[in-house]
């Protein structure tokens, strides 16, 4: 389906020089003498490469139609994570590169969203937040107003993040999957 340079989003399939881009960005650059244009940062869905390309708002792009289905993840194995369908209970096997810093935000029965595009898989989505023990955070030091006001912390699932100095090690808190960042204390 064809659109406008203008109408290009974030997490759309768009077909370019012959190959499948997932669109990471894009930004509408208008410089101050000429008409305005289209940065978009993409990658190759196949190789993974990142790039960048510019079109003028006007200029036209083939955008691919992805069909979002859900998943449940069930285990690893080896380099694939197998999903289950809960429809029909089939079984699907998944390269973990797909998942890329995804990957450890990956928990047992996790809904997982996965764009198909043709019967192939393209990007997985996964639920915004999610919760995770901390098992080391360091120690506040009284008094230390100069530095900010939080402190390193390991997470069960391996990640680091900065928490709060009231949090330690043993709770339970909320983190975002997209960037592994402190949201709150779990409620549960």
Do not use: C
Request: hydrophobic fraction near 35%; charge should be negative; avoid cysteine.
């Amino acid at each position: 389906m064809k659109q406008q340079a203008n109408q290009i989003r974030a997490g759309q399939v768009i077909e370019h020089e012959g190959r499948r881009w997932s669109v990471l960005k894009q930004q509408i650059i208008t410089p101050g003498k000429g008409g305005a244009f289209i940065q978009v940062e993409m990658r190759d869905l196949k190789t993974g490469n990142k790039t960048n390309e510019r079109w003028r708002t006007a200029d036209t792009v083939e955008r691919l139609m992805a069909e979002d289905k859900e998943f449940t993840y069930s285990y690893e194995d080896g380099d694939n994570i197998v999903l289950m369908d809960p429809e029909t209970f089939d079984q699907f096997m998944l390269h973990k590169d797909i998942f890329g810093d995804l990957l450890p935000f990956l928990q047992d029965n996790m809904k997982i969203i996965v764009r198909l595009i043709e019967g192939d898989p393209v990007s997985v989505e996964l639920p915004a937040q999610v919760t995770l023990e901390v098992v080391e955070a360091e120690p506040v030091v009284k008094g230390q107003t100069a530095s900010s006001s939080y402190k390193p912390a390991m997470l069960s699932n391996g990640v680091k993040t900065m928490v709060p100095p009231f949090v330690e090690a043993g709770e339970k808190i909320v983190v975002k999957t997209e960037d592994g960042s402190y949201v709150e204390r779990s409620k549960s």
